[in-house]
């Protein structure tokens, strides 16, 4: 199981981010974190904890291991308002509830 | 381009049976596993089913196994999801993902998702 807060927040432009997501038992560092804008397919953003995907701004990073992870996004931009969500694949695959990203 | 399209939605009777397809292209699909996710209305995510590249291996989320079958076609690129006694709580939105091949990897390619509705 996965437990991911906030569950929702509201940020202004270039300001930091961070998104926890808690599993409840080890997972080592197989958790990844999708980017899901509204009527669109989940996109991956981070895979292995911290591994930032290719074509991905830097301005994302990931974080974590064994329990504890967090997504940050160094300087929110106007199109990251989104929902995020953390998907473990370390037993078989769950996603945790999201985080909806709002700008102020 | 590497490319994921479902398609089958729709809206079907509690009870009864619908067939999802999913259709690669741009990529060797037949090198992957893939799975099907699907997104209750308003509602995060659910992994629901997995199949192996070769069709040998299946996975099933326990909401849906029994009732749902995972399977593929590699010399058709592509994956199928036949649902049957569908319940209203399996209307959802569809969709095909490919798992990147290693437990650190993710699902790096999504299809567009197809939506289905269980109604009377």
């Known amino acids: 199981q996965l437990t991911q807060s906030p569950s929702s927040l509201s940020a202004s432009v270039g300001d930091r981010v961070t998104i926890t997501c808690r599993a409840s038992?080890?997972?080592?560092?197989?958790l990844h974190w999708y980017q899901q804008k509204p009527g669109k397919a989940p996109q991956l953003l981070i895979y292995?904890?911290?591994s930032l995907r290719s074509g991905v701004p830097s301005r994302f990073s990931g974080s974590g291991s064994g329990t504890d992870f967090t997504l940050t996004i160094s300087s929110l931009q106007p199109e990251d308002s989104a929902t995020y969500y953390c998907?473990?694949?370390?037993?078989?695959?769950?996603f945790g509830q999201g985080t909806k990203v709002e700008i102020k | 381009q590497e490319q994921l399209a479902e398609s089958g939605g729709g809206v079907v009777q509690p009870g009864r049976s619908l067939r999802l397809s999913c259709a690669a292209s741009?990529?060797?699909?037949?090198?992957?596993?893939v799975h099907w996710v699907r997104q209750l209305p308003g509602e995060g995510l659910e992994w629901a089913a997995l199949?192996?590249?070769?069709?040998?291996?299946?996975h099933y989320a326990d909401s849906v196994r029994g009732r749902f079958t995972i399977s593929r076609d590699n010399s058709k690129n592509t994956l199928y999801l036949q649902m049957t006694n569908v319940r209203h709580e399996d209307t959802a939105f569809y969709y095909c993902?490919?798992?990147?091949?290693?437990?650190?990897?993710?699902?790096?390619?999504w299809g567009q998702g197809a939506m289905v509705i269980v109604s009377s």
């Open positions: 038992q080890s997972i080592s560092t197989s």
């Open positions: 993902a490919r798992d990147n091949g290693t437990p650190q990897g993710g699902f790096d390619l």
């Open positions: 199949i192996s590249s070769d069709g040998s291996r299946t």
């Open positions: 292995g904890a911290s």
């Open positions: 741009g990529f060797s699909f037949s090198y992957y596993a």
């Open positions: 998907q473990q694949s370390y037993t078989s695959w769950t």
